[in-house]
Nanobody, 120 residues
Framework: QVQLVESGGGLVQAGGSLRLSCAAS????????MGWYRQAPGKQREWVAS???????NYADSVKGRFTISGDNAKKVVYLSMNSLKPEDTAVYYC??????????????WGQGTQVTVSS
């Protein structure tokens, strides 16, 4: 069974940096999308950044220029480097991948989330 596990969250002051990691385990035959989402208290979950295919990278306007997504399909890991953090970046960050395991079609998988808190 495929599982995604995030790490790297924490408390940081405004202007600081954090690097989130998301590692997959289980039998994966193909990865289509490796992405990050976040959900702030009282708000809907929102897309942050993603890598589609080998190299198509996109960012939400709110993080463009401050966050960098990188991934390694062979190692089954994706990172989110976050710089110039703002209090409004405070949220639970989730990784979400679209992938095929050994037996089935492409499906979406989600991690359990990691808390990022940015103090002013």
């Amino acid at each position: 069974q495929v599982q995604l596990v995030e790490s790297g969250g924490g408390l940081v002051q405004a202007g600081g940096s954090l690097r989130l990691s998301c590692a997959a385990s289980g039998s994966i035959s193909s990865i289509n999308v490796m992405g990050w989402y976040r959900q702030a208290p009282g708000k809907q979950r929102e897309w942050v950044a993603s890598i589609t295919g080998v190299s198509r990278i996109n960012y939400a306007d709110s993080v463009k220029g401050r966050f960098t997504i990188s991934g390694d399909n062979a190692k089954k890991v994706v990172y989110l480097s976050m710089n110039s953090l703002k209090p409004e970046d405070t949220a639970v960050y989730y990784c979400a991948w679209t992938l095929r395991d050994r037996f089935g079609p492409y499906k979406d998988y989600w991690g359990q989330g990691t808390q990022v808190t940015v103090s002013s």
